[in-house]
């Protein structure tokens, strides 16, 4: 069975780990003491799993008025605009994300480097790759 540590789960929710910790400690994510010792506290895969879907469906996490899901909130860190297009760079937790948009699009938005944005992705070609720690 797959488990991750506390600052892991905190990394794939996009959150603290003194997030992860209090929500532990309320009950609302389950955790163990791992094998070695019991000196930390594990979060099994599939808990992890399904609060990360619980968290995702919950009235405010933007879903409903559109039928994309994915949505990725970050930072912009740099915008790039020529005559016609523009490149906006988003910066979600460890990962960059660069759209490719009108410029029209950027000035309607009122984007700026330091916005805050959300990357909303719809494919139909999503390549998975597992991931070996």
């Known amino acids: 069975m797959t488990t991750f540590r506390i600052g892991e789960a905190a990394e794939l929710l996009g959150v603290s780990a003194d997030t992860v910790r209090r929500w532990i400690d309320s009950g609302r994510l389950a955790a163990s003491r791992d094998e070695q010792g019991q ?65 029209e699009a950027v000035d309607e938005l009122g984007l700026e480097v330091g916005s805050l944005g959300t990357a909303v992705v719809k494919s139909t070609n999503v390549v998975v790759e597992r991931s070996d720690r």
Not at 70 to 93: E, F
Request: glycine letters at 8%; proline letters at 3%; a positive charge.
């Open 39 to 103: 000196r930390h506290r594990v979060i099994s895969g599939a808990d992890l799993a399904a609060f990360a879907r619980e968290r995702a469906s919950a009235p405010d996490a933007g879903a409903g008025s559109s039928s994309a899901r994915n949505r990725l909130r970050g930072i912009v860190t740099a915008i790039t605009k020529d005559q016609v297009m523009a490149q906006v760079d988003l910066q979600v937790g460890p990962f960059r994300v660069v759209s490719l948009m009108s410029r």
